[in-house]
């Protein structure tokens, strides 16, 4: 199974970067092939620009979610929805409107924050957005990162065993969920 990556922050040392990767290590050990994308390559949406002819990184992230199998959306929480970078890339994909190439792709979402709510707020807008493109997302166990700063080693790895266990269940549940579906 191939599965694509998207971090929410755009952030060098950013925590959801660090979980996406720790999230990639679970599915690579249950057989998947993970890529990324960097949705900071993308311009701001403009219906101008989405025509016949649209900008070359557009098309390649509409290329790779199109390839693949299945999505892993891993985001910080902004101001209690998603950041504007993810928002943005997401309505890149989504046209045409119901017929996009994010209809019937399954997703998973995690999150991580400094927060004890480990940006669960994100987590129901995204399900909100992702409806409207009819993009089914893996329901249940939820998965948050809350005190983030303090669950990574010098390295960048979590720290904590059953974190590590609790993820590498759900990524490898995830994976069963998206294969069936
Ligand atoms: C503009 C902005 C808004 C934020 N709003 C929230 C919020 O609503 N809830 C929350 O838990 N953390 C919020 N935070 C703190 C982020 O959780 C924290 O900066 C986190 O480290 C961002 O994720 P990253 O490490 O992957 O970049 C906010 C941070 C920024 C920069």
Redesign the pocket.
């Known amino acids: 199974m191939n599965l694509l990556g998207i ?5 060098a ?7 996406l990767a720790a999230a990639a290590q679970s599915a690579e050990a249950a057989g998947a092939t993970v890529s990324t994308f960097d949705i900071g390559t993308l311009p701001l949406y403009n219906q101008d620009l989405d025509g016949d002819d649209k900008p070359d990184s557009v098309v390649a992230w509409k290329s790779a979610i199109e390839k693949t199998d299945a999505l892993v959306f ?8 998603i ?1 504007g970078v993810l928002k943005n890339a997401i309505d890149w994909a989504s046209r045409p409107g119901y017929k996009s190439v994010l209809r019937g792709k399954p997703s998973l979402i995690l999150s ?4 004890a ?3 669960a ?2 987590q129901a807008h995204l399900k909100n957005i992702l409806a409207a493109t009819l993009t089914p997302f893996y329901l249940a166990p939820e998965f948050v990162l809350a005190a ?2 303090k669950a990574f080693d010098d390295e960048g790895h979590l720290a904590d065993e059953d974190t590590i266990k609790r993820l590498d269940r759900l990524v490898r549940d995830f994976m069963t969920w998206a294969a069936a579906d």
């Open positions: 971090s929410g922050s755009l952030r040392e950013s925590f959801n970067t660090k979980l891993v985001s910080p929480e902004y101001n209690y929805g950041p991580a924050s400094m927060s709510i480990g940006g707020r994100m983030a700063h």
